[in-house]
């Protein structure tokens, strides 16, 4: 039955003149003796030029069993690693690659589709050891955010300006990041950074509360929110289910990020440092 459907794909291809065929087959997660039959088969009627392993890095030794078995069964040339945002952190990684010597060609950081990346040996090694990854930092940071955003943050920073709208761009880019522990994955001193949150009490809702915030802000008040006095706080309060407590770490948080800005913007980064969150900015969070 499998073979047909092969044969019938790689026909209805060629006669649409497609230029890639990808064959996705069913997936396990321990070795199955009967699917590894039907792979050999399917390798020898399409003839396939990449037969990627996809596997799952959290299943840690047992991933690398199977890369074993798919090595020895068909002419594995790559392997793509799932849940590597994980808090295994790609250990998996260096078991598989030992035991089937095939490179590993990508890694997949979550569920959607662009969600997948070119898999930088470097990069990963620096993950492992809790050194942190910026340069992939950067980059996600570049492809989400877009060149014309990138350009008016440049402007905004060297003029020293910050504004709630500033602000709020930052939070929906940390969370099409993956969120606070999406970013701090990639940071240098992540360990540190992470037992700061926990003992904290901090987590992800803190994005989603301050994004209700600012979207239940006028546009005087994103702009200037100075201007936010008592009652312009009872009706934020309101419009975004928050409290007036909640709102004011809020804007205490905007008051420090600005400062940083501005001291950003002349060329003073004193205080900012790779040995974790900042303490004063880890209790504006808490």
């Known amino acids: 039955m499998f073979t047909d459907i092969c044969r019938r794909a790689v026909s209805a291809a060629n006669l649409s ?18 699917m590894m039959s039907e792979i050999k088969q399917i390798e020898s009627i399409i003839n396939p030029t990449e037969i990627f392993l996809v596997a799952d890095s959290l299943t840690g030794q047992v991933a690398a ?20 945002d994980g808090d295994a952190r790609g250990g998996a990684a260096v078991s598989m690659k030992y035991v089937s010597q095939v490179p590993i060609k990508f890694l997949g950081i979550g569920e959607k589709i662009d969600n997948l990346e070119v898999f930088h040996p470097d990069r990963i090694a620096n993950r492992i050891l809790g050194m942190g990854d910026i340069v992939s930092l950067v980059e996600k940071a570049a492809e989400d955010l877009g060149e014309e955003n990138i350009k008016k943050a440049e402007e905004n920073l060297k003029k020293g300006q ?14 099409k990041m993956g969120g606070i522990e999406g970013i701090m994955s990639f940071m240098p001193g992540v360990s540190k950074m992470k037992s700061q949150m926990d ?28 201007v936010i006095n008592g009652s312009r706080k009872k009706r934020i309060a309101n419009g975004s289910g928050t409290d007036a407590a909640t709102i004011n770490k809020l804007l205490k948080q905007f008051k420090m990020m600005s400062e940083m800005m501005k001291r950003m913007s002349k060329g003073n980064l004193k205080g900012m440092s790779d040995k974790g969150i900042p303490p004063e900015l880890l209790n504006q969070l808490k």
């Open 199 to 226: 003992a904290g009490g901090i987590d992800e809702k803190i994005i989603t509360l301050n994004e209700a915030i600012i979207l239940s802000m006028t546009k005087k008040e994103r702009e200037n929110p100075k």
């Open 65 to 84: 069993e199977v890369a074993r078995e798919f090595k020895n069964t068909v002419n594995l040339t790559g392997i793509v690693l799932t849940r590597a």
């Open 162 to 175: 910050f504004s709630m709208e500033d602000y709020l761009t930052q939070l929906r880019q940390m969370k």
């Open 17 to 34: 003149g497609a230029e890639i065929i990808l064959f996705d087959t069913a997936g396990r997660t321990q070795i199955d003796l009967q």
